[in-house]
């Protein structure tokens, strides 16, 4: 219990935002606040390439997560679980847009 770091590197360099810093101990409140994603998906987006994200929703507890993105035209969604409290989401875009926002309800 407490406070941890772990640093990732990646050919001796640490990588964007490491070290990291996280506390363990028990989750006593969760809720749809704590539900955190990023990924390059959410950042620069391509039209009708898989545009992937990560979700993390360990801290939520327990519910249903759904995932909408937003736009001009209808984006195809791929969602994957990949252990408890992360997923892995990527949309297909079929044309451009000022901004596609992607709703994690």
């Known amino acids: 219990m407490g406070v941890h770091i772990i640093c990732v ?15 363990v101990g028990p989750i006593v409140e969760g809720g749809a ?7 390059d998906g959410l950042d ?3 039209v009708g390439h898989p545009n992937e994200f990560n979700i993390y929703t360990h801290e939520a ?3 249903m997560l759904t995932v909408n993105v937003e736009g001009p035209s209808k984006a195809t969604i791929m969602f994957e679980d990949k252990f408890p409290g992360s997923s892995v989401a ?4 079929p ?3 000022i901004a596609f926002p992607v709703d994690l309800d």
Do not use: C, D, W, Y
Not at 9 to 23: A, C, R, V
Not at 33 to 39: P, T
């Open 61 to 63: 507890g327990p519910g």
């Open 95 to 97: 044309e451009p847009g």
């Open 9 to 23: 590197k990646h050919k001796g360099l640490h990588i964007p935002g490491s070290p990291f810093q996280f506390t």
């Open 44 to 46: 620069n987006a391509e």
């Open 33 to 39: 606040h704590k539900v955190h994603a990023n990924g």
């Open 90 to 93: 990527a949309f297909r875009a």
